[in-house]
């Protein structure tokens, strides 16, 4: 049975056997299969049966030259190359495969092999093969203007015969529009495409050149038909997305795009073209995503960095706008939008100085665009460098600026800047405003032509210029608004009741009459109908920082001040549209500095609002110790050029606590006299800061020098007396001195000034009653500051057992204050009470182990014990 089997089994192998091999076409049938699949254009067919053929006969060039032949049919050149050498190191006639190996070669990535690859089988190449392959030579040659091109034309006619018209117009084509360079139209191309059609190398360096020329069309044809021919091509997708991009066809070049990247997401050019698509579509955050992934695949041309500074500038990144387009700025003229636009950047980012060189050193900026030169003057004024903004000013031709609206804002400028020819140009422009029927805005333009006249002490003129407003327009709300302001500006109140009403009448919801009334609540003393009626004006406009402000005026004179707080929170909370600065600025105005840190570290404000913002965010950080931020803060907004003096003065402010003497009194250097009349508060608060840091460094002459040149007001304040009072303990003056410190003290009652006091006394010779106001300030604001280490140490050399007894009470309420502990043991070593001054001793070392003065204690008391 089992050898029955055996039988069996053999006989249906050797059956089988016989059936594949009769099922299996031969290797010449197949590559006939193939001939005729490539014939017929079924190029895939072709592919998947040379594939199978190469398994069968791997050794066999053949079936491998045809399999790249049908590769280069359908476009794909880089596999057709790979395939061609292959097929030719197994052996196969170089003439065969030159005409498709050599086109395929010109129109891969690694055509710079061509010139070699042409020497290596040169001898063996028949005149048509040999013809074709100094053409291409040529034209890659000429393209990188290497003089060897001239050789390799005179080697193709050589090769082809004086009588062919191919490689005739080919050479003619080469010499006039790669050597010469000459050609300025594209005629010769546009014939030689019609008379070789679907010749793959006359039509494609025709398609390249037509580009190049310019003529867009032209090229987009050719490169559409050769696509025809090789559909699987992928530069040609990216050609005719290029000429369609250029020709506004952007629906159809996006097409070719998204083929490409659907298959390649990574691929640099496509990418880059998407984001030029994108740009034109106004998508700017999709065109930055796509011109960054092309960067970050090897795109890096000047074009590219235009379209990435382009893109980031749009989306407010305007760091990153910089550092694309600082790598072109210098390189393109004057007109090109990237050097205009890398001003504009530069002003975005507050570096007004960069933005002010960038011009000068392009004069043709400032004369093509004044508009851009106008902003940076306006920069150059806020940072205060008015001899710059000036100089640029003058170099505007006010003829250029079009617009009425655009010559006023010139002469406003060059007024700030000092120069009174502005003032002219702001006048004519904003008489042409008013006479314009279709400005919808009117009120600067009033206003500018009031200060004019009220500030050349034509008060009589104005009034009558804004009595003829509200004659020729009585129901114009802004007319009556203007004139309120007008009357504030002359400090005349007492019409302002008047119209305001007028106001309210006209316009019932009007922000600035609401907060007109709400304030003369205040002023009435009223301060909780004062509350609720600025309320009322921020559930209408949360974003009114009158209204704000005056909301937590009254909130500060409330009973329950944080209730009324509260109320404040909750409106801005509940409004849909309060502003992430309002936020900011309530936190502020309320005094939760904590808070004014977390909302701006956590928000991105607008040019207007970065510079209050930072502001705010440095006096934060200074109020709640953390000086050396608030100092990073401040310098920032130096450097970039928005310095005011209340900055200033908070930057010296900062450096002086982070124990940064030097700093403070060369930030305190740069304020400017004579700029003292428009900013009188805080110069009288420098000369305070100076004399401050003065007087701590022992500087008493020169800090009384800087105090006796303060107002005053300011000297006879809290401050200026402390301060003054100080002076004189530091030059020997104990009466003076006294004087001053009792009169800070009493209006203070601070433990600074007490201790002042208590020194000034001391040093007058009335210890004891300096002890007693010592004592009476300790006992009413017990635990407040430490004037009681004060009065307990200086109570020690009097009554030792008195204020060992003071010092244990201290230290029963404030069990880890290890000075205290010190000073208590080191009163009771003094007394032989050694186990309790061990002991104290003993605590004090372990909060303090490294503390050399709690060492010596300690060690003093073991050595006796």
């Known amino acids: 049975m ?35 699949a490539l014939q017929a254009q079924k190029y895939q067919s072709a592919i998947i049966t040379l594939k199978s053929t190469l398994q069968d006969a791997p050794d066999d060039p053949r079936p491998r030259a045809l399999l790249a032949k049908a590769y280069f049919q359908l476009g794909d050149m880089e596999s057709a190359v790979i395939t061609f050498e292959k097929a030719l190191e197994q052996g196969a006639d170089i003439n065969g495969v030159a005409k498709e190996y050599f086109l395929a070669l010109y129109s891969s990535p690694e055509s710079g092999q061509f010139v070699s690859t042409l020497e290596k089988y040169k001898d063996s190449l028949n005149p048509q093969a040999l013809a074709t392959g100094e053409l291409i030579a040529a034209i890659l040659t000429a393209r990188r203007g290497d003089s060897s091109s001239k050789d390799h034309i005179a080697a193709a006619k050589a090769a082809a015969g004086a009588g062919d ?50 003529d867009l069309q032209a090229s987009l044809t050719n490169y559409e038909a050769l696509l025809e021919q090789k559909p699987q091509f992928q530069r040609l997708h990216l050609n005719i997305a290029e000429a369609q991009i250029r020709l506004n066809k952007l629906d159809e070049a996006k097409k070719h795009v998204n083929y490409i990247l659907k298959r390649y997401p990574n691929q640099p050019v496509a990418n880059q073209q998407l984001a030029v698509i994108e740009i034109a579509a106004k998508d700017f955050a999709s065109a930055n995503k796509h011109i960054e992934l092309a960067m970050n695949n090897g795109m890096a041309s000047p074009f590219t960095s235009y379209i990435a500074g382009l893109t980031h500038f749009r989306l407010g990144n305007y760091e990153q706008a910089l550092q694309n387009l600082s790598k072109i700025v210098n390189a393109v003229p004057a007109t090109h939008p990237a050097k205009q636009m890398f001003v504009a950047a530069k002003l975005q980012a507050g570096a007004s100085q960069d933005a002010y060189a960038m011009l000068q050193r392009n004069p043709e900026l400032v004369a093509n665009n004044t508009g851009l030169a106008a902003a940076t003057s306006k920069a150059l004024l806020g940072s205060g460098d008015r001899d710059k903004a000036k100089q640029l000013l003058s170099q505007i031709d006010s003829s250029k600026v079009t617009s009425d609206a655009g010559k006023q804002q010139l002469g406003l400028f060059k007024v700030m800047s000092g120069d009174i020819s502005g003032m002219a140009l702001v006048e004519e422009a904003s008489n042409a405003l008013l006479a314009d029927a279709s400005a919808a805005d009117t009120k600067q333009s009033k206003l500018l032509l009031l200060s004019m006249k009220t500030s050349s002490g034509e008060t009589d003129a104005a009034r009558a210029m804004l009595n003829k407003w509200i004659a020729d327009e009585p129901d114009n709300v802004e007319n009556y608004v203007i004139a309120a302001e007008f009357e504030k ?55 009114s920082a009158d209204a704000l402000e005056g909301a937590y005026q009254a909130a500060a004179k409330a009973k329950d001040e944080s209730a009324a707080q509260a109320q404040i929170n909750d409106v801005l909370k509940n409004a849909t549209d309060t502003s992430t600065f309002t936020t900011l600025y309530s936190q502020f105005l309320a005094g939760n500095y904590s808070q004014v840190i977390k909302v701006a570290e956590a928000s991105t404000f607008n040019a207007r609002e970065t510079p209050p913002a930072n502001y705010m965010l440095s006096t934060a950080y200074l109020q709640t110790g953390q000086a050396n931020k608030a100092i990073n803060v401040l310098q920032k907004i130096v450097s970039s050029g928005m310095t005011t003096p209340q900055v200033l003065l908070n930057l010296a402010k900062a450096q002086a606590v982070a124990q940064k003497p030097r700093q403070a009194l060369e930030t305190l250097a740069m304020f400017n006299e004579s700029g003292s009349a428009s900013n009188a508060e805080i110069y009288e608060e420098v000369r305070l800061l100076k004399a401050s840091i003065l007087m701590d460094q022992n500087n008493y002459a020169n800090a009384l020098q800087e105090l006796n040149a303060a107002s005053e007001q300011v000297k006879a304040s809290p401050q200026g007396q402390l301060l003054l009072g100080r002076g004189y303990l530091g030059t020997g003056k104990a009466n003076e001195a006294v004087n001053a410190l009792q009169q800070a003290y009493s209006a203070s009652e601070s433990g600074v000034a007490v201790q002042y006091l208590f020194e000034a006394l001391k040093a007058d010779g009335k210890t004891d009653q300096g002890l007693k106001i010592l004592k009476q300030h300790m006992e009413k604001y017990p635990d407040k500051d430490n004037t009681n280490m004060l009065y307990i140490s200086e109570l020690a050399s009097q009554n030792p057992t008195e204020a060992i007894r003071y010092y244990e009470d201290l230290l029963s309420k404030q069990p880890e204050n290890w000075v205290a502990m010190n000073n208590v043991a080191w009163l009771l070593y003094e007394q032989n009470s050694l186990e309790k001054a061990h002991s104290w001793i003993k605590k004090a070392a372990k909060l303090k182990p490294r503390n050399q003065g709690i060492l010596d204690t300690k060690a003093k008391i073991e050595a006796k014990m």
């Open 489 to 543: 500006f002359q400090q005349n109140y007492k019409g302002l009741d008047a119209i305001y009403s007028k106001i309210a009448e006209l316009d019932p919801d009007n922000i600035a009459a609401k907060n007109y009334n709400a304030s003369k609540a205040i002023g009435q003393g009223n301060y909780s109908k004062a509350l609720t009626l600025f309320l009322d004006n921020l559930k209408q406009n949360p974003n």
């Open 165 to 214: 018209g191919r490689t005739n117009d080919l050479s003619d084509i080469i010499d006039v529009y790669l050597i010469q360079r000459t050609a300025s139209d594209t005629k010769m191309l546009n014939a030689a495409v019609e008379k070789h059609p679907n010749d793959w190398l006359v039509q494609s360096l025709a398609a390249e050149l037509q580009y190049a020329l310019g």
């Open 2 to 36: 089992e050898n029955k089997f055996v039988r069996t089994s053999i006989a249906s192998l050797l059956s089988l056997t016989l059936l594949t091999a009769c099922g299996k076409a031969s290797v010449e049938d197949q590559l006939g299969d193939a001939q005729q």
